[in-house]
């Protein structure tokens, strides 16, 4: 950790985040003057989108100038230092253009350890539109808001058996070879549903449902999720195995079940 700022001022710091960009993102949602523009990879952008980082990126100028930044649409600033912010400023895009209330702004912290490995120790995920809001900081626990209300601490659910498991993803594009084990995985789930992108990991997070699936994320889209999810007792990794948000893949699990997802996926 590191010694100048505290855990709690880092936390608290993601949370003044996340309210300037509700703000930001609500005053834009449903706009009919909406501007969008497509990337090179050929996803849309919006100038919300735009706005939200920028402000996040000013805000944490101020507040914590030595810090590196990675973002979505502008892209990383002195990614080398030993604290870096993480930030997806709207989670959902195609959502959010189109009035589907299923998107949220996400804001992690990863902090270089000793032995030279990067974990998340901050992460915020602010879905305004579904007046939701998640948190967690390492070893504080996990916890929600609703409409601003009392945080509520989360925990994962207690279902051992993949017959017994709900399961939730965004879609089928990205499995590529691996779409066959992945749809006989939903096949022997009793539940599955497509909610997608953040919210699929949340409510894995809050025990809702057991596990979350997505072939093909970016660290912005994972970062905030992943401590998240250990926080409430999970499990997040990629396809593989491999812990955390930088393995290109997140699937989210309650614990119990992350072997039993591992063996059916590989």
Known sequence: MSAKYSLESDLELALELAAIADEITMARYLAQDLVVSTKPDNTPVT???????????????VTRPEDGLVGEEFGNENKDAARYWVMDPIDGTKNFMRGVPTWATLIGLVERQSDGSEKVIVGVASAP???????ASSGNGAFTTLNNGAPRQILV?????????SIAYSDFQGWRDRLVKFQNLISTCTRSRGYGDFWSHML????AVDIATEPSLALWDMAALDVIVREAGGTFSNLTGEAGPFGGSGISTNTLLHSKV???LN
Do not use: I, P, Q
């Open 47 to 61: 100038d919300a989108d735009k706005a939200t980082e920028e402000a996040l990126r000013k805000r944490l100028a």
């Open 129 to 135: 539109a579904l007046f939701r809001r998640w948190f």
């Open 157 to 165: 659910s207690k279902v051992s058996e993949l017959s017994n498991a």
């Open 204 to 207: 894995v997070a809050e025990g």
């Open 262 to 264: 591992m063996a059916a």
